[in-house]
């Protein structure tokens, strides 16, 4: 049974044929790195790392590239407003997001391309679609001229008539007409600029991600993946960059996950429920909020809410249980092989229905409710007291294999003793120095890894939580 994908270009899914037999090139737009990443921007890199692991379970070779954009008006202003760098801003939050990320369960991409360091390819990129007539120079600006690509609008279906209803040429634009759009933005006085044909500026967000697909994927891919927020304008100008510099096909299959809505409303500064990643693992484990993010279809809306997130640990904790039990068993285990093999034949099945269901476009939904079905089979077998090795073994090896595939641990990763006592001796040393910093850092990490300390008469103890 082949992979079926929902492709955003056609509304409907579709068999995955990959454009070289038993590969995956896909291209996952990334963060904007000016802060910590927020619950919505979470949700991308755990549903197409899951998606990665899931082509790499059925034999795919997949490369992954991820970009990171590290220059834009957000990064200058933030830049402006604390008095460091781009770069330091940027460098300081791509590392944050690396770690956020990873404790989420997520794999880095093969490749996480910087725009600041493939300025020479958007440029050529940029002058190839002016020589081509796709674009034109205005005062020190690069604009598209959306109008020459005929196409324009077909990912988001609508017609350029459509789109032009609305459209506004903003203060300070030079361009010709209102939906056209910026490939190159000419600096302004003590902006961070880089040297083009067209004087010194920087590039408009669209063509980074244009062009750097190009260069770590070639001219076609296989899959582009992103938010749903992302489909127009960004992925539309992209499609429309790239295939009127190649003349092909930019991706075949287009993939957009849904939004996140916080106690059933949506996300935003303004209503004051912007929540960020990097504040939820400091007092949830990030295994949970991974399988919340997975419980719900990845096209669907999901609603967070903190009691949504503690029902998702029990259940979580409630599977991992049933493979703790398992493990305990198989102490005990013998090779008795009576009636082994039904019990075998039930975990096959079960493993059947997980890949219909992730074949199915990566219905983690369904999958997850396998996992159910596996932990309630895993029960049965013990409280019928059988020890049977293989059968234990089979079991075990299905949770391992369907937890990695979602990209989730049935191991605690607890420290040693003698560590976590080396970092509170340096959260001690750290706060007679008057280090505050370090101090809150420290036991920010110890309490992420469910150590909660006590001040006692003889000192400060720790336990588990």
């Known amino acids: 049974m082949a992979i079926k994908i929902y492709n955003t270009l056609t509304r409907k899914k579709e068999d ?74 940027a460098d300081r939050f791509i590392e944050a997001y690396h770690e956020d990320v990873h404790a989420l369960g997520c794999r880095k991409a093969d490749v996480h391309p910087r725009v600041t360091e493939n300025m020479d390819i958007i440029i050529d990129f940029i002058n190839t679609l002016i020589e081509k007539g796709f674009a034109y120079e205005s005062e020190g600006d690069v604009y598209y001229h959306t109008r ?43 902006e961070i600029s880089w040297d083009s044909p067209w004087g010194k500026g920087r590039p408009g967000w669209h063509i980074e991600c244009s062009a750097m697909a190009r260069k770590y994927l070639g001219d076609t891919i296989d899959i582009h993946a992103g938010g749903q927020d992302l489909a127009f304008p960004h992925h539309e100008n992209e499609i429309a960059q790239s295939e009127a510099l190649t003349g092909k096909a930019f991706a075949r299959y287009w993939m957009h996950n849904g939004y996140i809505n916080i106690d059933n409303e949506k996300m935003s500064k303004s209503l004051g429920n912007f929540v960020l990643v990097h504040d939820i693992i400091k007092h949830h484990d990030p295994q949970v909020l991974r399988f919340f993010m997975l419980s719900v279809h990845y096209r669907n809306p999901i609603n967070y809410t903190d009691e949504l997130l503690e029902n998702t640990k029990t259940a979580l904790e409630r599977i991992k249980t049933s493979y703790q039990n398992l493990k305990h068993r198989m102490d005990a285990s013998t090779n008795l092989t009576e009636d082994n093999q039904k019990w075998l034949e039930q975990i096959e099945a079960l493993r059947k229905q997980f890949i219909e269901a992730m074949d199915d476009d990566f219905n983690t939904a369904n999958g997850i409710s396998v996992l159910f079905d596996l932990s309630k089979l895993a029960n049965l077998y013990l409280i019928e007291k059988n020890t049977a090795v293989e059968v234990i073994e089979a079991f075990m090896n299905e949770f391992k294999s369907l937890f990695g595939v979602l990209g989730l641990t049935l191991e605690e990763e607890a420290l040693l003793d003698e560590e976590i006592e080396e970092l509170i001796q340096k959260r001690i ?12 850092q420290i036991r920010d990490q110890l309490k992420e890894m469910n150590i909660i300390l006590e001040d006692t008469p003889q000192g400060i103890r720790w336990k588990r939580g």
């Open 16 to 89: 995955f044929i990959p454009l070289e037999e038993g590969k995956v090139k896909m291209y996952v737009c990334g963060p904007t790195v000016y802060n910590y990443i927020h619950i919505g921007n979470g949700r991308p890199p755990i549903v197409f790392d899951t998606v990665r692991r899931y082509f790499e379970y059925r034999g795919y070779d997949v490369n992954y590239v991820s970009n990171f954009t590290d220059v834009d008006d957000k990064l200058i202003r933030v830049a402006n407003e604390l008095g460091e760098t781009v770069p330091e801003i």
């Open 148 to 190: 020459k690509f005929k196409e324009y609008g077909k990912l988001s279906h609508q017609s350029i008539d459509e789109l032009r209803v609305g459209a506004r040429i903003a203060v300070g634009e030079k361009k010709q007409d209102a939906l056209d759009f910026a490939l190159w933005k000419a600096a302004k006085p003590g």
């Open 429 to 440: 040393e750290a706060r007679k120095e008057r280090n505050f910093q370090l101090a809150d």
